[in-house]
């Protein structure tokens, strides 16, 4: 799940400087909608977390993040900028329900005193998974958004999204 919002936390930048012609500050604006909806959404995910638990918050997220991913694949280069923010805005809801629901899903599956360790490991292998996507965006799609063609990042991202079902929410509890 990591690798994906990863994808487009460090792609859409890219694109949307490189492809689209977007300058530093316009980029940062753009970038607002998946960020604010995802400090949005995530008091509203810690609400259902409290009555519900974590699974079904974890479940809304994955939809939201298939929703989103699937409505990418609608985006062209014609396509207006007020698409471009609707489906960063799913997305970035998509964020804020998923990253609160797996962090509530940890501490309710570790020990009072493993606590501390569990978190740790948690954060280190969400930052191999942003380290090695960093190093995969500059090895690869650099070169390709350049020449605009990027259905296949979309669907790469997409198949992830895809795989999100299989993880194991028995173990998430409640």
């Known amino acids: ?14 694109f949307l400087q490189q492809v689209k012609g977007y300058s530093e500050e316009h980029t940062g604006l753009i970038m607002l909608a998946l960020a604010g909806l995802s400090v949005v959404s995530s008091p509203i995910a ?4 409290d009555k519900y638990g974590a699974k079904l918050p974890m479940i809304i997220g ?3 993040l298939l929703i989103g991913t699937g409505l990418l694949l609608t985006y062209h280069e014609t396509s207006p900028l007020s698409w471009f923010l609707v489906i960063m805005a ?24 493993d606590t501390g360790t569990a978190s740790g490991l948690f954060q280190m292998s969400r930052y191999f998974g942003s380290i090695f996507l960093v190093v995969y965006l500059e090895l690869y799609l650099t070169a390709i958004l350049i020449k605009r063609t ?17 993880f194991p929410l028995n173990y998430l509890g409640k």
């Open 1 to 14: 799940m990591n690798l994906v919002y990863y994808c487009y936390f460090f792609g859409f930048p890219t």
């Open 46 to 49: 810690g609400r259902i977390i």
């Open 62 to 64: 994955a939809f939201l």
């Open 90 to 113: 799913v997305l970035g809801m998509s964020n804020g329900f998923n990253n609160i629901a797996t962090q509530t899903a940890l501490y309710d599956q570790v020990d009072a005193q």
């Open 150 to 166: 990027y259905i296949w990042l979309q669907s790469f991202v997409l198949s992830f999204v895809l795989l999100l079902p299989s």
